[in-house]
């Protein structure tokens, strides 16, 4: 048996060996077209470098034998590799180049095809008007092919640029005929959801008509469609419980409103999970892991052949029982396979222990940047306070005009400084997924003043002016997470103001739509400074590790934080950064939020610079392990006549509460040996009920996760301007003596 093995494997080699260079010395098409097949199944494993080699083999073969339509659809394969590696450009340019060999090949499909792919690429980055004369080619072609479900692409995709650019007439025209042909046509492939997605847009061009009933309808139909079960339909759903709750809430039905949401939530949160779990998967095949994984599959499917070999011969040593030779030949090669599959099971075993650490490796280093990253920025805020507050002093001790100057530029220095610490945290926040909104007044009005003053310093220097338009018509108060939206007004205004020169910069402000209990807004910030290169506008908003842009035409270096920060953060909100851009002549970038209205306070909130503050004759302690910052802090209090002690730690405080009474603490939280937290506790253990405010470098909402089963009385995240300590103090001064 084994003799006759061995002869068959040299006949099949030698079979081989002759038609090789016959092989090798003919490319027929069909050796082109699985090349394409290859590229296209590899670049959906994301195994690019393979999937470029074999389409540029590909294009070297069609080329060879002269074959225009193969040249052509070569060209297209490059170009599909490209737009999945994010490189836009290249795929364009290659897209570009397969169009003369379509027409020279009068290949009208793969033309279709073609001016389909370039239009939808385009309408994906913004560029409506050229994505528009892309798709109309492609639409005008597609009539030809109304047979080929592949041509009714060009319709769904002008549907969706009609979509976006608002014209909603035009948009249900063409989703109307994508849901005619799909159910019409024999051939529609239920695994595309085009039909449910058709619908779903179909909604939105009639509620931007205000066709209410007819969008409820179609909503309703997308939800028939898809199924609940099905990881992949969850986003649609989401989207389409969405959109009922904004279709109930203009019908004015609370209660279907809220349970639409609901359902919304539900679906959002399964999206979410499928989509952290694909990530995951990127993320193991980016370190590599997807080799173990490929072995492990060959592993498999070698132990399943050798498994169909022990069933043979299982089979033949029936059959041949008789003949002892072979059956002893049989046995042994039986044996030899046992063997071999134990070895096989050993190995895989031991390469899931190795995805298992590579997996656990990974989550150590998540963690452990997060925790270098709150680690840094606690350490750089606490100096920071030092230096910002003492220019505050110094600022108000009315020094001469040149020492003001100097000052104000520190003072701005450091303010900037902090504002980059932020943005780190709030980045790594983001990517780590720990960041949450909070909903609370937001007086966009009193945001944009302190914005404003922030970045007042740079301005002047850059010699630049900034207007500011708020439409009249949005309310005094609103409902949303008021410190991110400031976060991103600052750093929009900032890049704008930092990168210009005498330029003018128009903040606006206005409402664009408006339900029975919300409100959209729309924020523009506009100048007519350098502007941003055509080919760089796909870059400025990656994340710094992604590389340091550059920029060629005017001479500056660009690490984008800044919009990095403000991009993740409008994600966070459920929004989105725009941008429109003409190099030499300005860049404007906008976005919309969707903010819940609320009752107007009655009692209005005086400026802190125009408030005057009772706090005179009160004594507070002052608890902070760093000399300069207890002092600091003491000299910020002192301007108010404010009786102060200061002690370096939290044996020494509870030694003086021991020997005299205070009004109120300001406690540090991170000291040595009794931290800012343990002290609390056992003041509190000892029956002192005293006010406490936690100062603290930290980041606000991180002190509040520590500080969570803590009997306190508010957290105040250094550095602070001293206005913000006076406000506070004096609240919870108030609120004490109520009790």
Known sequence: MIARRVFLLLFILLFVSNTYGQIARTVDKDSVIRLHESANELSSQRKFNQALHNSQEALKYATTIGNDSLVAESYRSLGIVYIRMQYGELAIENYQKAIP??????????????????????YKNNEYEAAEKQLKESLALSEKFSDDFSSIYPKYNIGQLFLSKENYIKAEDCFEKVIEYCIDNPNYITTTNILQTAHYFNGQALFGQGKIEQAEKEYQKVISFCDPNNENHAELLSLAYESLAEVYTKKQDKEAALAALEKHIHFYEIFNVWKKDKTLSEIILKYGIDDYEGRLENIEKGQEAKELDIS?????TYILVVILILLGLLTGVFYL???SRMKTNALLSGQNRQLFEAKKQIENVSKIRSNFFSLISHELRTPLYAIIGMTNLLLLEKPEEYQERYLKSLKFSGEHLLAIINNILQMNKIEASKMKTIEENVDLRKSVKNVITSVDFLVKENRNTIDVIIDEQIPTQLLGDSLKISQILFNLLDNAVRYNMEANIRLKIYQVAEA???VTLKFSIKDNGLGIPQQKKHII??????????REDNGYLDLGLGLTTVNNLLKVLKSKLHLRSVLNKGSEFYFELLLRKTEVSEISEEDFEDKTYHLHNLKILIVDDNAVNGLLTEKILQRQEVQTRVVHSGFSALDILDRQDFDLILMDMFMPKLNGIETIQKIRDNNNNIPIILLTAMEISD??????DAK??????????PEMLYDKIENVIHESSEE
């Not at 060999?101 to 385009?122: A, R």
């Not at 043979?312 to 033949?316: A, I, Q, S």
């Not at 002190?703 to 969570?708: C, G, I, P």
């Open 101 to 122: 060999y379509y027409k020279q090949s009068h290949n009208e499909k793969g033309l279709m095809k073609l001016y389909n792919n370039i239009g939808y690429y385009l």
């Open 312 to 316: 043979n011969y299982k089979k033949l």
């Open 337 to 339: 396979n046992q063997r």
């Open 516 to 518: 029975s209990e919300t």
């Open 541 to 550: 908003f990656e994340n710094l590790e992604k590389g340091i842009i550059l």
């Open 703 to 708: 002190a509040y996760a520590k500080v969570v």
């Open 712 to 721: 306190i009385s508010g957290v105040i995240s250094k550095p602070f301007e």
